[in-house]
Nanobody
Framework: VQLQASGGGLVQAGGSLRLSCAASERTLSGSALGWFRQAPGKEREFVATISWGGGTTYYADSVKGRFTISRDNTKSTVYLQMNSLRPEDSAVYYC???????????????????WGQGTQVTVSS
């Protein structure tokens, strides 16, 4: 079971980044996927989630209208397009999978069984 996140980096406020997370096919098959983030000294928080079919997405209020989650099941990959980045978006971003054939998207961290290693996003002011 592997989730490999990439695409983080350093960007100026107002800029954009696109995160990717590749999953082993067995992990991804039928699974809802999510992105969470954790800033230093803070708890890991929900960012966005997408159902297996892609028809349902949820976002944290703080990123609505700026971030977009999507997935390509043929590539076993989930994406997080982040626009209009702010310094407060700086964090380690983690992708997560609920589990094989658990297709419903949820915002609760405890509902996700598999986690990637995280990718650092730093937004300078």
């Amino acid at each position: 079971v592997q989730l490999q996140a990439s695409g983080g980096g350093l960007v100026q406020a107002g800029g954009s980044l696109r995160l990717s997370c590749a999953a082993s096919e067995r992990t991804l098959s039928g699974s809802a996927l999510g992105w969470f983030r954790q800033a230093p000294g803070k708890e890991r928080e929900f960012v966005a989630t997408i159902s297996w079919g892609g028809g349902t997405t949820y976002y944290a209020d703080s990123v609505k209208g700026r971030f977009t989650i999507s997935r390509d099941n043929t590539k076993s990959t989930v994406y997080l397009q982040m626009n209009s980045l702010r310094p407060e978006d700086s964090a380690v971003y983690y992708c997560a999978a609920r589990g094989r054939l658990i297709s419903i998207a949820t915002m609760h961290r405890s509902d996700y069984a598999y986690w990637g290693q995280g990718t650092q996003v730093t937004v300078s002011s």
